[in-house]
């Protein structure tokens, strides 16, 4: 009886903190937009400065071609480039973390590409690929890459050298090393830096895109600012925060499906 009792009580508990999570989220954005309405009725500002919610929904209607065409072509890229930034911080992360010769090697230069604004990067990419998808790739790529790279060597170096010392003498080598010591040692380090980083794709692609781009929703926004239609630039611009809030939410159920695989602990720990 106190089983089941105790059990109902987890069941309920669960149950309340899934409706919390959908609920408080929710509000917050019926809050915006209440805010958003309130504002445009209360001070009637022109069109041009802040459109109303019906402009911006109407604009959206009218245009949606040209922005789910521009949408779907830069989340492309932006996860694209974050599967490619997830493989090079890994790699470049665990030989940073293990090899003491590697880090002082490769953390100048990390340091120096992280260091100049990637707005300022991005024309040069432009001059030699052109303005096709690969620019946007590699920006995304040096957006995003960072945060993995650190968690990865964070993870490593949190271990005590002991052991290592015991699993080499216990046999590991190699792919076993990696696999049941250094990756489950870096998991918390890099689950969140995933989330981190996925937030971020999406902001690089859009930079690449302001400076030049055939196509994407920052090719829109940007002809949107050009020809000064405002409720189009909105359009662009809450499209982008749903789009980039999918990613994020996405990165977040993928952290826990591979943590519950590595590490079930991490996933008692952060649920």
């Known amino acids: 009886m106190n089983t089941a009792r105790i059990g109902g009580r987890e069941r309920a508990g669960s149950a309340y903190e ?16 209440a805010a958003w309405f309130v504002c445009v009725w209360a001070f009637r500002p022109p069109v041009y400065i802040l459109p109303s919610p019906a402009r911006v929904w109407a604009k959206t209607v009218d245009q949606w071609p040209f922005l789910f065409g521009g949408i779907v072509a830069t989340t492309q890229v932006a996860i694209a480039g974050l599967i490619v930034a997830v493989v090079v911080g890994v790699v470049l992360g665990m030989a940073i973390g293990w090899w003491a010769d590697v880090r002082k090697l490769l953390w100048p230069p990390i340091i120096i590409t992280q260091s100049i604004p990637k707005i300022a990067i991005a024309p040069l990419l432009i001059v030699w690929f052109g303005y096709g998808a690969f620019p946007k790739l590699i920006v995304v790529v040096l957006v995003t890459f960072f945060p993995i790279l650190e968690a990865c060597a964070v993870g490593i170096r949190s271990l005590p050298r002991s052991t290592f010392i015991l699993a080499q003498s216990m046999g590991l080598r190699s792919g076993s090393l990696f696999f ?5 040692a870096s998991l918390p380090y890099l689950m969140g830096a995933f989330q981190v980083a996925s937030s971020l794709a999406l902001i690089g692609a859009l930079t690449a895109e ?16 050009g020809i000064q239609d405002t409720p189009l630039a909105f359009a662009s611009i809450l499209l982008c925060a749903i789009t980039g809030s999918l990613i994020y939410v996405a990165s977040m159920g993928i952290t826990r499906l ?10 008692k720990r952060v649920a």
Do not use: H
Request: hydrophobic fraction near 60%; avoid cysteine; aromatic fraction near 8%.
């Open 18 to 33: 899934t409706v919390k999570n959908v609920l408080y989220p929710t509000a917050a954005i019926v809050f915006l937009m």
């Open 180 to 184: 049941k010591i250094l990756l489950p």
């Open 210 to 225: 302001f400076v030049g781009a055939e196509q994407g929703i920052g090719v829109v926004l940007r002809t949107a600012v």
């Open 258 to 267: 591979i943590a519950a695989r590595i590490s079930p602990a991490y996933v």
